[in-house]
């Protein structure tokens, strides 16, 4: 992690950059990729103030705190800092995860508490083939059924192995 650190009407004291280097360079850990914490210390009067800048994976995660201790003022950045990151963090995971996999089915309540099922979503691209093609995949594949839209009756259709033959599901609008 690269620290810069700016003092601004305080000396340059090696004891707070060696503090200021152990507090935000535990916060890397969050991150996947090279991180730059851009510090700046700041005292006026009776009032100390800690601002710290993190750039990393695409995020730029700013905090600010100010009290009459510097090493206080450090503390409380630091902290809401990590509070911020691993806030992005789950943000990101929910992201990519999708939505969730798993709901809920209703049941009529009964008196034995009973597992209830659930019902897991799996998007699928429809891929336009012939029953031809479609039997063709299903015979070089090892899943028991294929999903396909075929062009020939303009609907999607299900072929699905049952023994050692195969069942076209067809579609019927009443």
């Given at each position: 992690?690269?620290?810069?650190?700016?003092?601004?009407?305080?000396?340059?004291?090696?004891?707070?950059?060696?503090?200021?280097?152990?507090?935000?360079?535990?916060?890397?850990?969050?991150?996947?990729?090279?991180?730059?914490?851009?510090?700046?210390?700041?005292?006026?009067?009776?009032?100390?103030?800690?601002?710290?800048?993190?750039?990393?994976?695409?995020?730029?995660?700013?905090?600010?705190?100010?009290?009459?201790?510097?090493?206080?003022?450090?503390?409380?950045?630091?902290?809401?800092?990590?509070?911020?990151?691993?806030?992005?963090?789950?943000?990101?995971?929910?992201?990519?995860?999708?939505?969730?996999?798993?709901?809920?089915?209703?049941?009529?309540?009964?008196?034995?508490?009973?597992?209830?099922?659930?019902?897991?979503?799996?998007?699928?691209?429809?891929?336009?083939?012939?029953?031809?093609?479609?039997?063709?995949?299903?015979?070089?594949?090892?899943k028991d059924f294929l999903i396909f839209n075929n062009p020939d009756t303009a609907s999607v259709?299900?072929?699905?192995?049952?023994?050692?033959?195969?069942?076209?599901?067809?579609?019927?609008?009443?």
């Open positions: 992690m690269q620290i810069n650190i700016t003092f601004r009407h305080l000396d340059s004291s090696p004891g707070l950059k060696e503090y200021v280097h152990k507090r935000i360079s535990k916060l890397e850990k969050y991150f996947y990729g090279p991180v730059e914490a851009h510090v700046i210390l700041k005292a006026e009067k009776f009032r100390q103030e800690a601002e710290v800048t993190l750039v990393g994976d695409g995020y730029n995660i700013t905090g600010k705190e100010e009290t009459s201790d510097m090493y206080e003022a450090i503390d409380l950045v630091a902290a809401k800092l990590e509070t911020q990151v691993k806030k992005l963090r789950e943000k990101r995971k929910s992201r990519k995860r999708g939505p969730s996999k798993e709901l809920e089915v209703a049941s009529p309540v009964s008196l034995e508490e009973e597992e209830e099922p659930s019902v897991e979503i799996e998007k699928v691209y429809l891929k336009p083939m012939s029953l031809e093609e479609a039997l063709e995949q299903i015979k070089t594949t090892q259709n299900v072929l699905y192995r049952k023994g050692n033959s195969y069942v076209l599901v067809l579609p019927e609008l009443s």
